[in-house]
């Protein structure tokens, strides 16, 4: 294409497609009674942005995951990678603060046209379901949906698209299998779990020893702190124990495998070395990511049980109950939260050999001229 015809002007109205989208507002109110209802044009606008945020939402985990599809992830990728998740940590912000606005409309004035929304339910939003398949949420974690698969309410080609996704990979796995390619801390003169276990025990017969001498705590309070620091044969167990691990798997209570696991640990441990700062950051943010979408279904639940209490949602699910087990159950990087169990402070830290350290650092050598 040539550049005067790549270059044409456009106007701003028509770059925005702004007849299109401003026309998209279309009240149900209105078609049945001779004026529509006031707020039915804010209920449905307010709807109209999350889907176009969840669009862009997409857009970005599309690309994050084509990065890690790649069997070598260069440093250039992972900073941008960063970067999109914290584009898509400050949408869910926005979407969460939106809720605000949605809650400037009273319950008496959504019942003036909450009939007509039947049976159109949020849980139809097969974009909001496509974003939690390509993190990773699966369907054998997911809450059902009357007793049926949430696929339930969508068209066989959008019930397809959502296979496809699961069976693609997710980012969840793609991270995963990226952690379990990382060899930061491998040395054939250095087991760091060895050194790990020794250090864990050096911290927690410190601790062990501070609780009996004080004098402040009685013998029933001092046994129970003892209980609760614990030991090596408690949480930290499931990183000590690929045995404990590959358990806890099975039951469920994991998910991450152990050898990602330990890679994620080592990041976290030392993450402040130059070589692992952008791996913990891209951690950080998939946390970050996760926390948020547990508080947008969180305030979701709460402004439906302010706006209907507890009757049933116009898609026949249980309303404010439902989406608040949602909050409570679909959460997807809950593994790497509980990392922060296994943490030791860096003081007990494992001093790293040197051929570890030089890996893990930036070198630079100045030239003799």
């Known amino acids: 294409m040539s550049d005067s015809k790549r270059y044409t002007a456009i106007h701003y109205h ?15 109110s209105g078609q049945f009674e001779d004026k529509p209802a006031h707020d039915e044009t804010l209920f449905i606008i307010m709807h109209q942005v999350y889907e176009l945020w969840f669009k862009q939402i997409i857009h970005e985990i599309d690309s994050i995951s084509d990065m890690f599809r790649e069997h070598v992830i260069n440093e250039e990728n992972m900073n941008m990678g ?14 969460i603060k939106q809720i605000f606005v949605m809650e400037t409309l009273t319950p008496l004035d959504f019942l003036d046209f909450r009939n007509y929304l039947f049976p159109a339910s949020g849980f139809q939003s097969i974009q909001f379901r496509v974003i939690e398949s390509m ?47 990382i060899p930061f801390l491998e040395s054939k003169n250095y087991d760091f779990l060895n050194e790990y276990q020794a250090a864990v025990q050096k911290m927690l017969d410190r601790e062990k020893n501070a609780i009996e ?28 124990s690929e045995e404990e691990h590959n358990r806890l798997i099975e039951k469920g209570e994991l998910r991450l495998s152990y050898k990602a696991t330990l890679a994620a640990l080592q990041i976290n441990l030392y993450r402040e070395k130059p070589i692992l700062t952008t791996p913990y950051n891209f951690l950080m943010e998939l946390m970050n990511i996760d926390e948020l979408l547990t508080t947008w279904r969180y305030r979701h ?18 309303g404010h109950d439902y989406l608040a087990a949602t909050a409570e159950k679909h959460k997807i990087f809950k593994d790497f939260h509980n990392i922060s169990s296994l943490l030791i402070p860096r003081s007990d830290l494992p001093e790293l050999p040197d051929d570890i350290e030089k890996e893990l650092s930036f070198h630079y050598s100045q030239s003799k001229k």
């Not at 402004?303 to 249980?318: D, H």
Request: aromatic residues 8%; proline residues 2%; glycine residues 8%.
């Open 14 to 28: 028509s770059y925005l497609e702004l007849d299109k989208l401003l026309s998209a507002q279309v009240p149900r």
């Open 82 to 95: 960063v970067l999109r998740l914290k584009r898509i940590s400050e949408i869910l912000e926005l979407v």
């Open 135 to 181: 993190l990773g949420l699966r369907e054998e974690d997911r809450l059902t949906y009357n007793g049926h698969s949430y696929k339930v309410v969508f068209t066989e080609e959008q019930q397809d698209r959502l296979t496809k996704i699961e069976e693609g990979g997710s980012l969840f796995e793609l991270v995963e299998e990226w952690l379990e390619r």
């Open 213 to 240: 001498a004080t004098e402040y705590l009685t013998p029933k309070m001092k046994a129970m702190r003892l209980k609760m620091l614990g030991g090596t044969n408690t949480y930290f167990k499931q990183v000590l």
């Open 301 to 318: 639940a709460q402004m439906v049980m302010r706006m209907i209490g507890n009757k049933v949602g116009t898609g026949g699910s249980s």
